[in-house]
């Protein structure tokens, strides 16, 4: 069983975007729909991979947040 496509969204720092469900490659003179099967799984892959990495750092920082609010200027 594979993970849930995400449904839109940009690629950070790329010319690719999911709308409505398809990959679409944007460039200055407009966007074309991505249609290799292979190329789109690996934009899928990518992309929850990308948001499984923010989740994990924002994860990061709210631990962090809460310790130091336990231990305000690291005094013990």
Known sequence: MSAPTPRHGRLAHTPV??????????????????????????????ALSMAAADRAVAN?????????VVDPGGQQ
């Open 60 to 68: 990061l920082l709210i631990r962090q947040d809460e310790a130091s």
């Open 17 to 46: 975007a999911l709308r409505g469900g398809q990959w679409w490659l944007d460039g200055g003179a407009g966007s074309i729909p991505a249609s290799d099967p292979a190329f789109t799984a690996a934009l899928n892959d990518f």
